[in-house]
């Protein structure tokens, strides 16, 4: 469908936010629909803060977008906004990159 180059994953990004009132915390979630190229999974939700894109082992997958987004809210339920921290960057795109190479899987 889309002219890319082998390796290369295309993915239109739908941002939610989460509001925690009882922490006083709020952070986005980004829902990732692969619309091109290949990828194990069509919809990845993964949390995002301030600081980047939280670790891996909070990220929801799913066939369809809510079907992420809910794997995501389930594995986010009981963890305070404090512990989904984002991984540590040394460079100002490497959660960026990070994401980027999570596609390519």
């Not at 980047?52 to 909070?58: A, L, M, Q, R, W």
């Not at 990220?59 to 540590?88: F, H």
């Not at 460079?91 to 994401?99: E, L, N, Q, S």
Request: hydrophobic share 35%; aromatic share 8%.
């Amino acid at each position: 469908m889309f002219d890319l180059n082998e390796g290369e994953v295309l993915a239109k990004i739908q941002q939610y936010q989460l509001i925690r009132r009882k922490q006083k915390r709020r952070f986005h979630i980004d829902v990732f629909h692969v619309i091109g190229g290949e990828h194990t999974a069509r919809f990845i939700a993964a949390p995002k803060t301030s600081q980047g894109y939280s670790v891996e082992e909070y990220w929801g997958r799913g066939d369809t977008e809510l079907d992420a987004l809910q794997d995501c809210l389930s594995l986010i339920k009981y963890v305070s906004v404090d512990e989904i921290a984002p991984l540590p960057t040394t460079k100002k795109h490497a959660t960026t990159a990070m994401i980027s190479r999570k596609l390519n899987r």
